[in-house]
């Protein structure tokens, strides 16, 4: 019992080394999303690395199949900006993920696990009320008059969604907040995942 014991607390050390020195290192590195790899030079230049790189870099990305995208039109005003917040929220789909990261590019000739990147579809969802005031949140403080919005329609489990996403302007950045694609993650996964298809190819 004391020997079982003892490796139990040992296993519970290492994985608490694990998550902390993950978490430090992601801090550390340079953060990426699936919107800004590949280059910005225009909102639409968005679309296209997110079309490229989900299932480049999202470890079970060719379960959804993205079918195009569309340039909308502008927000001229909050009442503009709650009707496209409603209709995410409508058709709702919340993605959750599960990442295992490197704690930096050095990590990658460790004989370490390979860097991963997977979605899931999270069914634990807020109730209405909960929905109401999210969306009044991103529409009142987070979306502005002259912000860009963009349609990308795609399938998931056989199912047709659409999913609107706003982009700044002057500065061509995606709003992260309430995007169902957003997620970060640190340089050495792209590093990693360019490198193992090298060795394949």
């Known amino acids: 019992?004391?020997?079982?014991?003892?490796?139990?607390?040992?296993?519970?050390?290492?994985?608490?080394n694990t998550v902390y020195s993950q978490d430090v290192s992601n801090k550390e590195q340079p953060t990426l999303?699936?919107?800004?790899?590949?280059?910005?030079?225009?909102?639409?230049?968005?679309?296209?690395?997110?079309?490229?790189?989900?299932?480049?870099?999202?470890?079970?990305?060719?379960?959804?199949?993205?079918l195009s995208y569309e340039f909308i039109g502008t927000i001229k005003n909050k009442r503009d900006a709650k009707k496209y917040v409603k209709n995410n929220f409508d058709d709702f789909i919340s993605?959750?993920?599960?990442?295992?990261?490197?704690?930096?590019?050095?990590?990658?000739?460790?004989?370490?696990?390979?860097?991963?990147?997977?979605?899931?579809?999270?069914?634990?969802?807020?109730?209405?009320?909960t929905f109401n005031k999210k969306i009044k949140t991103l529409s009142e403080e987070y979306i502005y008059v002259g912000d860009q919005v963009f349609?990308?329609?795609?399938?998931?489990?056989l199912q047709k969604h659409t999913h609107y996403i706003f982009i700044h302007p002057k500065t061509n950045k995606v709003l992260m907040k309430g995007n169902i694609f957003a997620i970060k993650f640190p340089i050495s996964h792209i590093v990693d995942i360019n490198n193992r298809k090298a060795r394949q190819d």
């Open 1 to 16: 019992m004391k020997h079982f014991i003892f490796i139990l607390t040992l296993l519970f050390a290492c994985f608490i």
């Open 33 to 66: 999303n699936l919107f800004e790899y590949g280059g910005v030079l225009t909102s639409e230049d968005n679309l296209k690395n997110l079309f490229r790189n989900f299932p480049l870099y999202v470890e079970n990305g060719s379960e959804i199949d993205f």
């Open 95 to 129: 993605l959750g993920w599960m990442t295992l990261f490197y704690k930096d590019t050095t990590d990658i000739h460790r004989n370490s696990p390979p860097s991963s990147m997977q979605f899931f579809i999270d069914t634990d969802l807020a109730d209405k009320s």
């Open 151 to 157: 349609a990308i329609n795609f399938i998931l489990d």
